[in-house]
């Protein structure tokens, strides 16, 4: 019996000790050969998620093409907001989520320092606004957010800095389950205490009778 109460305190503390596979956003699916870009629409509904635009929902994305000059994942696919609006991403389920990094470029992908800025909505409805640069070299760079428990993450587009994105690393936010006080745990121990103690009576009380 005491083995089986261990087991259940085992089992119920791990869900608190293993942490969720987080995804990645690659966009890659929304390769097309050639060396041109295309325009997709939005509301954009990718994996979980959704990415929509101020701009215009019609043609409010740029997928650029496996071979295309200004693809910052050359071979594969980036996902590019078009023209100097907001974008918007959520979970399509109105889920929190965690927002642990994102890769950027400039839309070109030569190198334009672009100055945007990134807000993060949270689900206890406080708000972030970071400045991000993109670096001043061909290629993609990882911006770090690890933001845990976001409603919606906004890009606000300075005029005419455009950037694609890669590698979205999000994961569906799990509700920490708060720690017990000393005093529930001095509580559970107590209870599994006199449990085990009644246990122990009984069965005496029962190797008695047999005697
Ligand atoms: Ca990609
Ligand atoms: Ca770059």
């Known amino acids: 019996?005491?083995?089986?109460i261990a087991l259940a305190l085992a089992a119920a503390t791990l869900p608190l000790c293993a942490p969720a596979a987080a995804t990645v956003l690659t966009f890659d699916d929304l390769a097309r050969d050639g060396t041109s870009y295309r325009y997709v629409?939005?509301?954009?509904?990718?994996?979980d998620y959704v990415?929509?635009?101020d701009y215009s929902n019609v043609g409010g994305f740029?997928?650029?093409?496996?071979?295309?000059?200004?693809?910052?994942?050359?071979?594969?696919a980036t996902l590019a907001h078009r023209w100097d609006n907001v974008m918007y991403m959520s979970r399509a389920d109105g889920e929190?989520?965690?927002?642990?990094?994102?890769?950027?470029?400039?839309?070109?992908?030569?190198?334009?320092?672009?100055?945007?800025?990134?807000?993060?909505?949270?689900?206890d409805g406080s708000i972030?606004?970071?400045?991000?640069?993109?670096d001043g070299s061909p290629g993609l760079q990882t911006v770090t957010l690890n933001a845990k428990g976001v409603r919606r993450f906004v890009l606000a587009a300075a005029p005419r800095n455009w950037w694609q994105f890669d590698n979205i690393v999000v994961d569906k936010s799990v509700p920490q389950a708060p720690l017990p006080e000393p005093a529930s745990w001095a509580l559970m121990i107590a209870g599994f205490g006199l449990a085990?103690?009644?246990?122990?009576?009984?069965?005496?009380?029962?190797i008695a009778a047999i005697a």
Do not use: C, K
């Open 1 to 4: 019996m005491r083995l089986s």
């Open 41 to 47: 629409d939005g509301p954009l509904h990718y994996g």
């Open 51 to 53: 990415f929509s635009s």
């Open 62 to 76: 740029i997928v650029p093409d496996r071979m295309s000059a200004l693809n910052a994942d050359m071979g594969n």
């Open 96 to 123: 929190l989520f965690d927002l642990t990094s994102i890769d950027i470029a400039d839309f070109y992908n030569t190198g334009n320092a672009f100055l945007n800025q990134l807000i993060l909505e949270y689900g």
């Open 128 to 134: 972030e606004n970071t400045n991000v640069i993109s």
């Open 196 to 206: 085990g103690a009644r246990l122990r009576t009984r069965r005496g009380a029962r």
